[in-house]
């Protein structure tokens, strides 16, 4: 067991309500992060410094409670940044979550939260999150750089289909072992390939289930 040894999860964060405590261009940077993935964001900060956060208050795309941090603030949240240049206010926030049993980021002292946050790509619903512990979080910046050249554009249109014919398989197909077989043959199908040459047409409804029904067999 280590200390430096984080579980990395895919959380689910639609319409869910998350606080940052903090207005700064790390907040920011986190506030980004969750509106991507459909979060209700509420901002507790006494100022929003970052301009693209005010925006984001002013279009009423985030809450912004204009004062400073407030015991009981984190009440009902299912995650918390804490994000303000006060590094003891933001242990204590970590404390009260803790307490409280919501996850929470300590931009300031990654160590004192329960999670942290990774450098992401995306690829349509590829996701690929490097993290390094909080050795150096530029590390992870320059490792998400890397990883961008190597996965393109092409992952996107890729996932959309195996997406499509995998919900298929599993709407249409009761047994699992048939299941199975139709899911092994799925992803042996070059399909990445032919969408790098150009030669992939797209597949409709209707083709998606002749592939299930004349592949069934061993
Ligand atoms: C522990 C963690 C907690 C957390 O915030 O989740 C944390 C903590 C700290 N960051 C600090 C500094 C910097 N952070 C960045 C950038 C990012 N930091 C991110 C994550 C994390 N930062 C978590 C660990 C992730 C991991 O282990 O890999 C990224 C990946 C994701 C994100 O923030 O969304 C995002 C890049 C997004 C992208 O571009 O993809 C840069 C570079 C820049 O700004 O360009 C610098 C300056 C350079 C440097 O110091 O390396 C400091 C010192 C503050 C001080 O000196 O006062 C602390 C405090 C501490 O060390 O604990
Ligand atoms: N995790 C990361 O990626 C990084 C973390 N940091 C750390 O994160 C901290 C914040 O960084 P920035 O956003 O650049 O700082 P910043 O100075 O731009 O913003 C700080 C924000 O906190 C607000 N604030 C201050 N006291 C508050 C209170 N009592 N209640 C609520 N809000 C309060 C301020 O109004 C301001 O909006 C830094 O002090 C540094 O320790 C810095 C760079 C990267």
Redesign the pocket.
Known sequence: MSDSMYVPVMLKCNGRLCLL???????ERKAAALLDAGASVHI??????SGQLRRLADEGAVRWTSR??EPGDLQGAFLVYA?????A?NKTIALEADRLGIWVNV??DGEAGSFISPAVMRRGRLTLAVATSGAG?AAAVRIRQQLEEQFGRDYEEYLDILYSMRSAIKAQVESAETRKRLLDRLYRLDILGDIRRGGYESWNTEKIKLWIENNQEE
Do not use: E, I, M
């Not at 507790?44 to 410094?49: A, D, E, G, I, Y």
């Not at 994000?83 to 590094?87: C, L, R, S």
């Open positions: 405590v903090g207005g700064g261009a790390v907040a507790v900060s006494p100022q929003l410094k400073a941090y994000a303000t240049d006060d590094d206010l931009a300031s979080p």
